[in-house]
């Protein structure tokens, strides 16, 4: 079902800088008058906020591959529900940080599950709806991971884990490249904000410009 909002989707490994190209998006876009929905997941509903707890946790180092997806599937279906699919309805850019293609990256290739099925789970929870725009920070994790202090159960994986994480990524871009912009997350956040706000031009002429605020 289409939405006259867009919707925008910041991707990529841990540590890469999505956090801050997210919210430089979100005051960009409210500073030009449009109605901004900023938003992340896993975590930003109150159902969501008990799963992330679950899944971030180090406590639970015996959490199986599929009950993490099937937990993340979970946040997203609610998260599409209470968040993602009402801030369409009202015309306003839905900017999040991750969406499905996480879950493939991480729980598909990073678990080595089978991607396929991963994606069947994912595409149900969220009835189908993809990103207007998906933008990859693309980072070594041996870089990026490393420099986090006090990391999350995910986090805390492995350099291995991690780098099949960015493999998967690279792989959902071969195969749809047209709905990616793909970017060095080493650039200049500056830089990189710039790169994306042209590229997110065609996609915003249909898009009202009102009095924009950034929502929770």
Sequence with gaps: MSAPGVFVVFEGGDGVGKTTQVRLLAERLTASGRPVVLTREPGDTAVGARI????LDPAHPEMAPRTEALLYAADKAQHLAEVVRPGLARGAVVVCDRYVDSMLAYQGAGRVLAVDEVEEVARWATEGLRPSLTVLLDLDPDRAVAAIAGKDRLEAESVEFHRRVREGF?????????RYLVLPA???????????????????????????????
């Design 170 to 178: 690279a792989r959902l871009v071969a195969r749809d490249p047209d």
């Design 186 to 216: 080493r650039q200049r956040r500056e830089e990189i904000a710039e790169q994306v706000w042209r590229r997110l031009q065609p996609l915003l002429a249909p898009v009202s410009v009102a009095s924009g605020t950034v929502e929770p």
């Design 52 to 55: 992330r707890d679950l899944l």
